[in-house]
């Protein structure tokens, strides 16, 4: 039997490593981070133990780098979803949309992900987080800012407080307050966007929801660009 190539060794990784983060999101949604061991990471995925630290330091960045693939891959369903436009104004609506989207229809995830940041570790850098950090100022440049290295981490921090403020155990704000507060800051209208259903909390549409294998494809035919 030959040794297979480079390039399907490179496949097979690429596979694994992606089954990994869909594992780590499926399973901190179900359970919550302390509950979730990199074991039943692995065992979901199908993978041998021994790749989640070939892959990853440790838990925190992976589920990090998990939560962020998420992220950015919402953000950029949101920002090119038909009718696409250019509109600035419009996309920014839509990025704050699915940000906010993600806090009501994955509490317990977000939550854990807003509290891993606040941990000795704090925020670790990785390739998703970067491409969740191009999207977003991106969207704050067709906005119209004049100085994106200074308005891009102020929208970061707002969406980060907002969430925050949403999954404050105890005391949450509702969602379509602080949507109409950053819609407010932005000048946007609030047909912009999903507006929220009268009797819901507003964010994302409402379809596929709980689809989550569309953002961690296997399959090459089927990856975001």
């Known amino acids: 039997m030959s040794p297979r190539s480079a390039l399907v060794n490179e496949e097979l990784r690429r596979r694994s490593k992606e089954r990994l983060l869909h594992a780590a999101v499926e399973l901190v949604d179900e359970r919550g981070y302390e509950a979730t061991t990199l074991g039943d990471i692995a065992d979901r995925a199908g993978s041998a133990r021994g790749l989640v630290s070939y892959y990853f330091p440790g838990k925190r960045q992976l589920v990090q780098s998990?939560?962020?693939?998420?992220?950015?891959?919402?953000?950029?369903?949101?920002?090119?979803?038909?009718?696409?436009?250019?509109?600035?104004?419009?996309?920014?609506?839509?990025?704050?949309?699915?940000?906010?989207?993600?806090?009501?229809?994955?509490?317990?995830?977000?939550?854990?992900?807003?509290?891993?940041?606040?941990?000795?570790?704090?925020?670790?850098?990785?390739?998703?987080?970067?491409?969740?950090?191009?999207?977003?100022?991106?969207?704050?440049?067709?906005?119209?800012?004049?100085?994106?290295?200074?308005?891009?981490?102020?929208?970061?921090?707002?969406?980060?407080?907002?969430?925050?403020?949403?999954?404050?155990?105890?005391?949450?704000?509702?969602?379509p307050v602080l949507r109409a507060e950053l819609f407010k800051r932005y000048r946007l209208d609030w047909e912009m966007g999903v507006p929220p259903d009268p009797e819901g909390t507003g964010g994302t549409e409402e379809k596929d929801r709980t689809d989550l294998a569309r953002f961690f494809a296997t399959d090459p035919g089927t990856q975001s660009k």
């Open 66 to 175: 998990a939560v962020h693939r998420l992220m950015h891959r919402t953000l950029e369903e949101a920002l090119e979803r038909k009718p696409r436009t250019d509109d600035g104004r419009e996309r920014m609506a839509r990025a704050i949309d699915a940000i906010l989207g993600l806090a009501r229809d994955r509490p317990v995830l977000m939550r854990q992900h807003m509290a891993g940041l606040l941990q000795a570790e704090g925020f670790l850098p990785c390739p998703e987080q970067r491409r969740l950090a191009e999207l977003l100022s991106d969207t704050v440049a067709r906005h119209g800012s004049q100085d994106v290295e200074s308005d891009y981490p102020m929208l970061r921090a707002l969406l980060m407080g907002a969430v925050y403020a949403a999954l404050m155990p105890g005391a949450p704000m509702p969602l």
